[in-house]
C-alpha cells in the first residue's frame, strides 16, 4: 500500500494477515519531532512488515528514513541530518512477554486492545535515533578548533596548577600522610 494508510491500525490484524505498508508520514503529523527540526515540512519513509514468528510473536520489521535539518550546537548554524533506523519490534503486553523476545525484537508495550498510533510510534522510532546533541562533523563545523570545547586550547600550560598552586608533579611528590608524620614527631 502506497501513499495514505491509517493514523490507528489493529496490529493483531495486520500481523496475522502478514500486511505491509509502504509510504510516507508528512511531519505535520508529528509534532514532537516538528518541534525539535527546522525543517517543519519534511517527511519519514517508510517501509513496515508485519508477521508473526515461529514463537507467535506478532511483530513489526522494516525501515524508516528521513532527512532532518538541526541546527549544531556548537556554531548555531543548520545542518543536514540523515536518519535511518532498521526497525524490529514485538508487540508486549507484560513483562513475562518481553522476556520471551529479549534479543529477537524491542518491545512494543500496548494496554488492553489492539489499536496502536502507527503514527506515534513511527515519530517514536526516528526521536530515539536523534543525536543527543546535534554538531556538525569536526571537518564542517565554523567554529575554529581553538575555540571547541572538546579540545584543549593551544596556549594551555603543560601541567595544570591546582588550587594551591602546586603543579600535577609536586602533588604526587607530595606524600598525604606528610601531615600525620608531623603530629606524630
Known amino acids: 500500500m502506497l501513499g495514505r494508510f491509517p493514523q490507528f491500525i489493529d496490529f493483531i490484524r495486520y500481523c496475522d494477515a502478514r500486511k505491509s505498508l509502504e509510504g510516507s508520514l508528512s511531519f ?64 508486549v503486553s507484560s513483562a513475562y512477554d518481553e522476556e520471551k523476545i529479549k534479543g529477537m525484537y524491542e518491545s512494543y508495550f500496548f494496554e488492553g486492545d489492539s489499536q496502536i498510533d502507527l503514527h506515534a510510534l513511527i515519530e517514536d522510532e526516528i526521536m530515539l535515533a536523534l ?28 601541567k595544570q596548577s591546582n588550587v594551591a598552586g602546586q603543579t600535577e608533579d609536586q602533588m604526587a611528590k607530595a606524600n598525604p600522610f606528610d601531615i600525620l608524620k608531623q603530629l606524630k614527631d
Open 131 to 158: 543525536p543527543l546533541i546535534a554538531k556538525h562533523e569536526d571537518s564542517e563545523c565554523s567554529i575554529p578548533t581553538e575555540f571547541r570545547s572538546e579540545s584543549e586550547p593551544k596556549n594551555a600550560p603543560d
Open 28 to 91: 505535520k503529523f508529528c509534532h514532537r519531532l516538528a518541534a525539535q527540526t527546522e525543517n517543519p515540512k519534511g517527511e519519514i519513509t517508510f517501509e513496515l512488515n508485519f508477521g508473526v514468528d515461529e514463537f507467535s510473536n506478532r511483530f513489526v520489521n522494516g525501515r524508516l528514513e528521513t532527512k532532518l535539518l538541526l541546527v549544531c550546537q556548537r556554531c548555531m548554524d543548520k545542518f543536514e541530518y540523515p536518519i535511518s533506523v532498521d526497525l524490529a519490534l514485538a508487540f
